[in-house]
């Protein structure tokens, strides 16, 4: 009778050395942490985005508000009287109502002006803690010295300063003004030319977006 060969078994192993685990490990650590990586890049583009199209959004609002309120603005009512190629923060003046015979009604006096948050102390810190600086809001006093005078925000985050600008005496944006305002009134011969800067801060980023829009109303004589 035959007999089988004998098999020796003795070169196949039985598990992994301590060193390919090692290795293994190592490579699954790198790719768990690229995954890590391209996730949260993901997140922040989505955050970036999502906070881009919204001050796109309030920018065009806050444009549109000022367009409404200065439009029926008077040109002989303005103060201070801008002069052509001047910027002021605040506006005051009357805006028509209607008009009886040759006699024009207007409102009492209104004031738009840009003022620091209240929960700033224009210290160059951030105070409340939203992750930006010195910010500032938009204010509309209506009936200015009488009695039933009263104020409204009409926008919150205005940039203390332009888009591009920061405080130090120089012409940071190449636009011919120094360390302008992020809300400006423009005289420009027989229209007022208004400029706003928002900006705002994606949740976990530690850049600032800021964005500006100007418009052009046509004063009423």
Avoid: C
């Avoid at 790719?31 to 906070?51: E, P």
């Avoid at 008077?74 to 002021?88: C, F, T, W, Y």
């Amino acid at each position: 009778m035959k007999h089988l060969p004998k098999t020796s078994f003795s070169g196949v192993r039985g598990g992994f050395t301590l060193l390919e685990v090692l290795i293994a490990l190592t490579v699954l650590a790198l790719l768990l942490s690229s995954v890590g990586l391209l996730a949260s890049g993901s997140k922040n583009a989505f955050s970036r985005g999502t906070t881009v199209s919204a001050m796109e959004l309030r920018t065009g609002l806050t444009s549109s508000v000022i367009r409404s309120e200065l439009s029926l603005a008077l040109a002989g009512s303005l103060m201070p009287e801008i002069q052509s190629g001047q910027r002021v923060t605040e506006l005051t003046y009357v805006r028509a109502l209607g008009w009886e015979g040759e006699t024009t009604i207007t409102t009492a006096p209104r004031t738009l002006r840009f003022e620091i948050d209240p929960t700033e102390a224009n210290n160059g810190a951030d105070d409340d803690g939203d992750g930006l600086i010195d910010e500032g809001i938009l204010v509309l006093i209506e009936d200015v010295g009488l009695p039933t005078e009263h104020r409204r925000v009409l926008a919150r985050g205005l940039a203390e300063y332009a888009e591009g600008e920061v405080f130090n005496g120089v012409d940071d944006n190449g636009d011919g003004l120094v360390d302008e305002s992020g809300f400006a009134i423009e005289r420009m011969g027989a229209a007022l030319e208004v400029t706003v800067t928002l900006e705002q801060r994606p949740p976990g980023r530690e850049e600032t977006i800021q964005r500006t829009l100007r418009s052009s109303i046509l004063l009423r004589n």
